[in-house]
């Protein structure tokens, strides 16, 4: 069946670098996309959001890019702060399947100091 | 502006009980979705509401049902539990259903079966 999936379970990053945080798809059919942070004992908070017509969108440091020839989508977050520590997850959806998301199992992120 | 709410935020049943989860969307959104978030798994898509009329459901057994009322809000039933249902029930909120608008998320009700 059609999954989402992540390159790494965990990613470690040093305050103040930038962090990259990777998603593979397989739906061809996905025509839209979103990563939520998930931080401990919380529900998903929205983060960004992006149509298949789109390759890049910037928000407030974060810029997502979506490459649908490989089926890929990443998550940049520029000069990672502390609080940016948290689980991350991708999810698409085909439109024509329903409006469900479709989530992959998430990346931890670690800022250490 | 007041985000998802979810109530209770923890519910302790035993098996074979049943349980209601409840959910208020935000003010304006007329779509409800329901996710089960089971331990080290990631979200899995349980109902979808809209305009008070289920129209997606995801690969659950029947014993998953719920319903939308006329202000939007939305319960999660969950009949003849069983300790695989131990899980973070999570519930969303979006705009307009029939649209690639964002889902915005609640804290979840934990839901422990003994």
């Known amino acids: 069946g059609e999954s989402v999936g992540l390159h790494l379970p965990t990613l470690s990053v040093q305050e103040g670098d930038n962090s990259i945080i990777n998603c593979a798809y397989s739906?061809?059919?996905?025509?839209?996309f979103i990563w939520y942070k998930q931080e401990s004992g919380k529900g998903p908070q929205f983060i960004i959001d992006?149509?298949?017509?789109?390759d890049k969108r910037q928000g407030q440091r974060v810029t997502v890019l979506l490459n649908k020839t490989v089926k890929h989508l990443s998550l940049q977050i520029a000069a990672t702060q502390p609080g940016d520590s948290a689980v991350y997850f991708c999810?698409?959806?085909?439109?024509?399947?329903?409006?469900?998301?479709?989530f992959g199992k998430g990346t931890s992120l670690l800022v250490t100091p | 502006e007041a985000g998802v709410t979810q109530s209770p935020t923890h519910l302790i049943k035993t098996r074979g009980q049943q349980a209601t989860l409840r959910c208020s969307p935000i003010?304006?959104?007329?779509?409800v979705y329901w996710y089960q978030q089971a331990l080290g798994l990631g979200l899995q898509f349980l109902l979808w509401?809209?305009?008070?009329?289920?129209?997606n459901r995801g690969n659950f057994p029947p014993r998953f049902s719920g319903r939308q009322f006329p202000n939007y809000s939305s319960e999660l039933n969950v009949n003849a539990l069983e300790l695989e249902d131990s899980a973070l029930y999570l519930c969303?909120?979006?705009?307009?259903?029939?649209?690639?608008?964002?889902?915005?998320f609640g804290d979840g009700t934990r839901l422990s079966i003994l």
């Open positions: 992006i149509r298949s017509n789109m």
């Open positions: 999810a698409e959806r085909d439109s024509n399947s329903g409006y469900a998301l479709n």
């Open positions: 003010s304006g959104h007329t779509s």
């Open positions: 509401y809209d305009e008070g009329e289920e129209r």
């Open positions: 739906n061809s059919a996905s025509d839209y």
């Open positions: 969303a909120s979006s705009l307009q259903g029939f649209s690639n608008q964002p889902q915005h």
